[in-house]
């Protein structure tokens, strides 16, 4: 029987294998190519890269040249990880609360609170920069890290919400009646189960708010600068080489960050559970 | 029942009657929720239905002059379709991905979510700036093309929509992947061999039991890279350059540049209306496909 259909299978293998080609080429492609070009030796964006050189990463590196970039990166990094401790506490003891709400309130709720994962974040940018002009606050660190607590909320409720999911009550009912409290129960059995929902949430979102552009945007000023908004420019101004290291950098540190991760939480099947 | 163990039960229960109120879990939360996300966009509304940049008066003419001028519902438009077409080449990418994820060992599917998930993380100006050294008219294509002789004439992809799609495609791929192989992962591969045994073409495997068992990975998957598409303003900027113009970017210019804080707060409601609008419509669609 399978013989009738041994030529439509055979484009059906060939189609899959050549689109799933492309599209993994799609994917990594970029990345190994912003890879090779940051250690060219010649001032152009040229690929094949013409010559082997560390220039770029040195540039990066002297404070005389790369001082703002420095700056910019070390804001990106404070708000972060303000932003992705602050969004650990507030969302994984909101998500204690929605585990046991699964009525129509509790689903609003949970929908509100993620919202900001598929609606337009830049809408979002602009009405905090009015909403700081109109209470007359300057646009501190500070305030990002409020704008980017916002956006990154969402990462660290769905992985805790996925791991309370294997929370079963009948595991919290027998710990109270065998006399344990609530404080007690709550340090011994749930925070245990929910630790690494909590720390690939976490991670998420200072991932997550290190590449924030939306809020950072309209929020962030020659005094606030931050990371992407700071390579964006220089982008945008001059195709400067130093964009082309400074990505190097994130590709190797963003690599062994993963790395890690998977390998403390198994970050990988978490997130795509 | 025992009178020891039917007094441990009596505790426990009294335990739980006297145990504390919950909602100050959800409150911070919900504060921030509220104060720095509900307010701003309340704001945003009252700033949109004001007519002039200074804000002096109330008046309709912000909206009336979005919705009135060809030019700003052409880009409108153009912006719903960009993210339309991100959707269509992401769809098909992501299923041949699934499809090859379906028939892998334990140990490729490890290595395949990784190459999913690193450049999901990897930050979106890297990715554009990427696209910038691929697209250019020195760049990857360009001199894959001369050497293949393709073309006589370096030519960029940067600037044109084509250019502008595959860059978004890599940057959203990842968002169609993450529910779509969750799902996928979950198909019953008795499913496909019963389908095979019963005489079912792989094409009509694919159409008849894969697709339709991966419906809610499909719909999620077209949402996050629809919203996300739409709203990409880096990789609209600059593999775009001046001369794609999208919502994102008249909401920088109109605030940013020109301080035209009510007409950007239109744009920008324009902007998350339009998204929220198509985001049912493929809602709708994935529970029909279900039902």
């Known amino acids: 029987m399978r013989r009738i259909h041994a030529p439509a299978d055979a484009l059906y293998a060939a189609v899959v294998g050549l689109l799933g080609l492309i599209a993994l080429a799609i994917l990594v492609g970029p990345v190994l190519v912003v890879l090779a070009v940051s250690f060219t030796s010649e001032p152009s964006l040229r690929f094949p890269p013409q010559g082997f050189s560390l220039r770029w990463y040195a540039a990066l590196i002297d404070p005389a040249q790369s001082g703002h970039i420095h700056e910019a990166a070390l804001n990106s990094v404070t708000v972060a990880l303000r932003a ?109 189960i929910i630790a690494p929902g909590l720390a690939a949430g976490a991670f998420l979102a200072f991932m997550a708010s290190m590449d924030n552009v939306p809020v950072s945007l309209f929020l962030s000023s020659a005094r606030t600068d931050m990371l992407p908004i700071r390579l964006w420019g220089m982008i945008e101004s001059s195709l400067d080489v130093r964009v082309a290291a400074a990505s190097g950098v994130l590709v190797v540190s963003t690599t062994l960050l993963l790395l890690a991760m998977n390998r403390l939480v198994n970050l990988s099947r978490r997130i795509s559970r | 029942m025992t009178a020891a163990a039917s007094d441990l039960r009596a505790g426990a229960v009294a335990r739980l009657r006297l145990s504390p109120p919950e909602w100050p879990l959800v409150a911070p939360l919900g504060l921030i929720f509220v104060g720095f996300f509900l307010a701003p966009l309340a704001l945003l509304v009252w700033t949109s239905m004001h007519a002039d940049a200074e804000m002096t008066r109330l008046g309709p ?86 050497a293949l002789g393709l073309t006589s004439a370096p030519f960029s ?99 940013i540049v020109v301080y035209n804080w009510p007409f950007a707060a239109v744009v920008s409601l324009c902007l998350l209306i339009s998204v929220l609008g198509v985001i049912g419509v493929i809602h709708w669609l994935g529970r029909r496909v279900r039902a």
């Open chain 1, 84 to 192: 992705a401790g602050v969004a650990t506490l507030v969302s994984g003891a909101a998500a204690l609360w929605l585990r046991t709400r699964s009525g129509p309130a509790g689903r609003a709720v949970d929908l509100a609170f993620m919202s900001p994962l598929v609606l337009p974040m830049l809408s979002f940018g602009l009405a905090a920069l009015i909403l700081l002009t109109t209470i007359r606050v300057r646009p501190t660190l500070f305030w990002l890290s409020a704008g980017h607590l916002v956006v990154v909320a969402p990462y660290v409720l769905r992985t805790t919400a996925a791991s309370l999911s294997q929370l079963g009550q009948p595991l919290l009912d027998s710990s109270a009646s065998l006399g344990a409290s609530r404080l007690y129960t709550f340090r011994r059995i749930t925070l245990p």
């Open chain 2, 61 to 146: 003419e912000s909206w009336m002059r979005f919705l009135g001028d060809p030019f700003y519902l052409k880009v409108a438009a153009d912006t719903l379709l960009l993210g339309l077409k991100t959707v269509a080449l992401t769809l098909v990418l992501g299923v041949a991905i699934g499809l090859i994820f379906l028939e892998a060992s334990p140990a490729q599917r490890t290595a395949l979510l990784f190459i999913i998930i690193l450049p999901l993380l990897l930050s979106v100006v890297v990715r554009t700036f990427a696209w910038i050294v691929i697209l250019g008219s020195e760049g990857v294509v360009s001199n894959a093309a001369l």
């Open chain 2, 157 to 255: 992809l940067l600037q044109t929509e084509l250019g502008l799609i595959i860059s978004l495609a890599q940057i959203e791929l990842p968002l169609m992947l993450l529910p779509l192989l969750s799902v996928m992962g979950r198909i019953d591969p008795n499913l496909l061999d019963a389908s095979r045994a019963l005489g079912a073409s792989r094409w009509r495997t694919l159409w008849r039991v894969i697709l339709p068992l991966s419906a809610p990975g499909l719909t999620a998957g077209c949402l996050l890279v629809f919203a996300s598409s739409t709203a990409a303003f880096i990789s609209q900027s600059v593999i775009g350059g001046g001369r794609l113009i999208y919502m994102p970017l008249v909401i920088w210019q109109q605030s």
